[in-house]
């Protein structure tokens, strides 16, 4: 579990694509024990093995299709955050790690210190999970959503968000990873498997 505060942005040393449709990722981060858990952009993954501030993880081809981790290219900057503790702060929400789908950044503009982007959902199914003042996460970002259509939605970057992450070096048409507000998810199978 996570909270979508990011803690650093790494960056992509390799992505190492297999045979059966898996890939081996190797991130610059700081160092860790094999066996723990990263969200990487906002996916979880596991530590398969270390050189120092080196980390390798194993994406399997379900991940890769439901995630933007397959786009990564060496010296990409990724956003890294390791899950909660005990007694970690809950700072942003509750974010599992587990990507729903990716959307397209289709605008990017400044407005006073703030810089708001424009998302376009590559499955637009998942726009009844997102609404105004909503929480989401982009990226691995806790970010709150602000306006809403049929298959978009915006938010609102402040200035420490844009400078500690890798919105920064988004450009138009890149693909992010988008995990829902997984308390919507819940509310809704509770209200279909009693109607």
Same mark, same amino acid.
């Given at each position: 579990?996570?909270?979508?505060?990011?803690?650093?942005?790494?960056?992509?040393?390799?992505?190492?694509?297999?045979?059966?449709?898996?890939?081996?990722?190797?991130?610059?981060?700081?160092?860790?024990? %094999?066996?723990?858990?990263?969200?990487?952009?906002?996916?979880?993954?596991?530590?398969?093995?270390?050189?120092?501030?080196? =980390?390798?993880?194993?994406? %399997?081809?379900?991940?890769?299709?439901?995630?933007?981790?397959?786009? =990564?290219?060496?010296?990409?900057?990724?956003?890294?955050? @390791?899950? =909660?503790?005990? +007694?970690? @702060?809950?700072?942003?929400?509750?974010?599992?790690?587990?990507?729903?789908?990716?959307?397209?950044?289709? +605008?990017?503009?400044? +407005?006073?210190?703030? @810089?708001?982007?424009?998302?376009?959902?590559?499955?637009?199914?998942?726009?009844?999970?997102?609404?105004?003042?909503?929480? $989401?996460?982009?990226?691995?970002?806790?970010?709150?959503?602000?306006?809403?259509?049929?298959?978009?939605?915006?938010?609102?970057?402040?200035?420490?968000?844009?400078?500690?992450?890798?919105?920064?070096?988004? @450009? $138009?048409?890149?693909?992010?990873?988008?995990?829902?507000?997984?308390?919507?998810?819940?509310? +809704?199978?509770? =209200?279909?498997?009693?109607?």
């Amino acid at each position: 579990m996570f909270t979508g505060i990011i803690e650093a942005v790494g960056t992509v040393e390799s992505v190492q694509f297999d045979s059966e449709g898996g890939a081996r990722l190797a991130v610059r981060a700081f160092p860790m024990t %094999v066996g723990e858990s990263l969200a990487v952009n906002g996916v979880c993954l596991t530590v398969q093995q270390t050189e120092g501030d080196l =980390l390798c993880f194993d994406a %399997v081809p379900e991940t890769l299709r439901r995630t933007n981790l397959g786009d =990564l290219q060496a010296g990409d900057a990724v956003n890294l955050e @390791r899950p =909660l503790t005990p +007694e970690s @702060r809950i700072g942003g929400h509750f974010v599992q790690g587990h990507v729903d789908t990716t959307a397209r950044l289709t +605008e990017l503009r400044e +407005e006073g210190n703030a @810089r708001v982007l424009r998302f376009q959902l590559e499955d637009a199914a998942y726009m009844r999970y997102i609404v105004p003042k909503g929480s $989401i996460a982009v990226d691995g970002i806790s970010l709150t959503v602000v306006d809403v259509g049929a298959d978009w939605f915006t938010v609102w970057i402040i200035p420490h968000t844009w400078a500690v992450t890798n919105l920064a070096r988004r @450009r $138009i048409g890149e693909r992010v990873n988008i995990e829902t507000d997984i308390l919507a998810r819940y509310v +809704e199978r509770l =209200l279909t498997a009693h109607s």
